[in-house]
């Protein structure tokens, strides 16, 4: 029996399964990155449901875990050198899952590096900006009565889902045939986009065809499908 009692997030959020992957998330954009690696890769996982619009993420106990209050955020009771590894960031996480399954990721150095390529503009660039068009579209932001920072981020979503399309000509996926964690970094906040936040029409999403294809293609898969939904809103 694994013993994840340093952890004061476990007093919290108690483990039923300590032997298994602890999952510390919500189905948001950066959270069902986690969850659908964890359900392509088939790995035994508890998924632990944080509210954020409780302020969970800001108790004692989930700050020792990630001390940024974020989600999504992981423990696995079997890491390096088979000790527990508490990690958060969902581009880290997405890059240590791969490296200990040896999936989800190209084995060659070069392809490997570009898959990478590919997370890191995610996390820099289409989280930050979709997020902003979300901020200024849906939420508290649409109230501003000067526009411009929503014009901003509009035009810059636009780019990016531009970068996007040009990537994807004559490609499945990303990385061309190949399925891995730079599709599923990317696949929750473009659905957002253009649902969630309802910015469909201001980013001209109907232009981008490739991209569109492509997303419907992710969504299809069934593993895809449950990682959406986990852990279970509150």
């Known amino acids: 029996m694994s013993d994840l009692s340093a952890f004061p997030i476990t007093r919290r959020w108690p483990a039923q399964h300590p032997e298994r992957l602890q999952l510390y998330s919500l189905p ?10 964890l359900e392509e890769l088939g790995l035994a996982y508890e998924p632990h449901t944080i509210n954020i619009g409780a302020n969970e993420t800001w108790t004692p106990e989930f700050l020792a875990l990630n001390p940024n209050g ?3 955020a992981i423990i696995d009771p079997d890491g390096p050198g088979g000790q527990p590894l508490a990690l958060f960031e969902s581009g880290a996480i997405l890059l240590y899952l791969a490296e200990k399954t040896g999936k989800l990721m190209p084995t060659d150095p070069a392809s490997r590096y570009e898959t990478l390529q590919w997370v890191f503009f995610q996390m820099a660039a289409v989280g930050p900006m979709f997020g902003q ?4 579209h849906k939420f508290a932001g649409k109230d501003y009565e000067d526009k411009r920072p929503l014009q901003r981020y509009v035009s810059e979503s636009k780019r990016l889902l531009g970068v996007l399309e040009t990537r994807l000509q004559g490609r499945s996926w990303i990385m061309g045939e190949e399925f891995t964690i730079a599709d599923i970094s990317l696949l929750g906040w473009v659905r957002n986009l253009v649902g969630f936040y309802g910015a469909g029409e201001l980013v001209e999403y109907h232009s981008f065809t490739g991209v ?5 293609r992710c969504l299809q898969r069934p593993a895809v499908q449950r990682g959406l939904e986990i852990p279970a809103r509150p």
């Open 28 to 37: 948001t954009p950066n959270g069902v990155k986690v969850s659908i690696a």
């Open 133 to 136: 068009v979300g901020f200024f």
């Open 212 to 216: 569109q294809a492509w997303l419907e």
């Open 70 to 72: 974020k989600i999504p």
